[in-house]
């Protein structure tokens, strides 16, 4: 999908359950700071993703359903690991999870201003540049 | 007491939000020397909430609370405090504790707006959901005027609050009141227009709540706003209160509490608290004074939130201990060490 006025395409974006960094992910996607207007929106079919948000911990169900999603992700896919629990356990160290990620961004949770810093080092045409 | 239920109620945390609990009680029957029986509950904690906390420090559960119901990490916070004073029987100075409340307010609206936000967003009402967040992001712009951070920001601690407001923050918060009155105002008229053009709405999402062993009243989504927005304005009215109150508060020797990780309790020159943090341990150790009659233990952390620890813990424990038992476990959180 193309657009003209934001970029040369609209990123699709999957995102795993969470509770605390999924506050700070709705006001990323909310009027005040607007990823969509950056090209980014979400979706819930791994199949048309281009980019899996890693953020929560991962138990046993979160991670088996991650790792399905990951693997039916087309080619050229990016994973972005989105808060402490995500980056490096945080509050579940005791959680491990085993797919490559290309952006970590910390923060309890990370602040949209992180989200979207990491979102552009992902997708650079997304700042427009 | 003897072979009576004794009863011992202590305050633990409770969730603004969805996972609100109770205090957890304790209740022990003895035969007037030992505990025979004990029995502890939480609340109402969510289940699953009691799955995850227990065999955590409080600490680390603390974290759990604070972080699973970001926005009553306000009141967990506050509950804990006070935990911890009033087992040590620590004075918090009244502007610290006027500014204690005010964060509690400001994150009590906030929990409401997140959820008013989700009704709209299953009635598929987008601009009135985008509306609802931009006014909650006035509220998070102004917990980081106050303590620099969004959410989770650890702000109430044993002792006050860890710094006095900044400048400009009272004035701000006024100005914000004024605003969130206004918008509650037009929310309020949008979803009267709302139920009256689509009465089938508010058969949408109805919600009965369990009270006193029996389904009370249902609310349908709609209704449930209406209640969201007459709490806000009620918190908005408190928190025009607590600006006012601390404003009246001034010059400095209104001091805020200190950020007592490591503290001396001031009646009792002996005492000392030592917090490890890293391990989440909290360590009384006091020495023995005849004059002041106080018996003193070491005790020893970590704790667990287990209500199997609790009711174990205290069998073939002597009565008379109770109260030093009961105040350690306000302190320490459940582990003793003789």
Same mark, same amino acid.
């Given at each position: ?7 040369? *395409?609209?990123? *699709? ?21 607007? =990823? ?59 959680? *491990?999870?085993? =797919?490559?990620?290309?952006?970590? =961004? ?24 | /007491? ?11 945390? %409770? ?105 709209? $967003? ?5 601009? @009135? ?20 951070? $969004?959410?989770? %920001?650890? %702000? ?13 923050? !009272? ?52 209704? $449930? ?15 025009? @209160? ?6 009246? /508060? ?47 233990? $070491? ?5 667990? %939130? ?15 201990? !109770? ?16």
């Amino acid at each position: 999908m193309s657009n003209g006025i934001l970029g040369s *395409k609209m990123r *699709k974006i999957l995102i795993t359950p969470a509770i605390c960094c999924a506050d700070e992910w709705f006001e990323a996607e909310e009027s005040r700071y607007d =990823i969509e207007r950056l090209g980014f929106v979400r979706t819930t079919l791994p199949e048309d993703a281009d980019l899996l948000v890693i953020q929560g911990a991962m138990n046993e169900r979160i991670l088996a359903w991650t790792q399905d999603a990951y693997s039916r992700m087309p080619e050229g896919k990016k994973v972005l690991a989105s808060g402490t629990c995500a980056c490096g356990g945080g509050l579940f160290p005791e959680m *491990k999870g085993n =797919i490559p990620v290309d952006v970590f =961004i910390v923060g309890c949770p990370p602040r949209p201003e992180a989200l979207i810093d990491g979102l552009l080092k992902i997708f650079p045409e997304g700042s427009g540049s | /007491m003897n072979g009576e239920k004794t009863f011992i109620e202590i305050p633990a945390f %409770f969730a603004g939000s969805q996972m609100s609990t109770g205090p957890l009680l304790v209740s022990a029957k003895s035969n007037g020397i030992e505990i025979q029986e004990a029995q502890a509950e939480f609340g109402f904690a969510h289940r699953g909430m009691l799955d995850l906390i227990s065999a955590k420090t409080w600490e680390r559960g603390r974290f759990y609370w604070s972080h699973l119901a970001p926005d009553s990490a306000p009141q967990v916070e506050k509950v804990f405090s006070e935990w911890v004073e009033s087992g040590l029987r620590i004075h918090v100075p009244q502007r610290a504790n006027e500014i204690r409340n005010l964060i509690c307010e400001l994150a009590d609206s906030s929990r409401l707006l997140k959820c008013l936000a989700g009704c709209f $967003r299953h009635l598929g009402i987008s601009p @009135a959901r985008h509306q609802v967040h931009r006014m909650r992001e006035g509220v998070l712009d102004l917990f980081e005027l106050m303590t620099g951070s $969004r959410h989770a %920001f650890y %702000f109430i601690q044993p002792g006050g609050v860890r710094w006095d407001v900044s400048d400009g923050f !009272l004035s701000r918060t006024a100005q914000w009141c004024d605003r969130f009155e206004k918008d509650l105002e037009l929310l309020q008229e949008f979803i009267h227009l709302v139920q009256v053009t689509n009465s089938a709405l508010d058969s949408l999402g109805r919600v009965s709540f369990w009270r006193e062993g029996k389904h009370g009243i249902e609310l349908g989504v709609v209704s $449930r706003m209406q209640v969201m927005i007459q709490q806000m304005a009620s918190a908005a009215a408190s928190i025009r @209160a607590h600006v006012q109150d601390i404003a009246k /508060m001034t010059g400095l020797n209104q001091v805020v509490g200190v950020y007592a990780m490591d503290w001396v309790a001031p009646e009792h020159e002996d005492i000392q608290i030592q917090h490890e943090s890293l391990r989440g341990r909290w360590t009384l150790i006091a020495a023995p004074d005849a004059n002041k009659g106080i018996r003193v233990r $070491r005790l020893i952390c970590p704790s667990y %939130f287990g209500q199997q620890w609790i009711q174990e813990s205290l069998l073939g424990a002597q009565e008379k201990d !109770l109260p030093l038992v009961l105040e350690s476990l306000d302190v320490s959180s459940l582990e003793v060490d003789q």
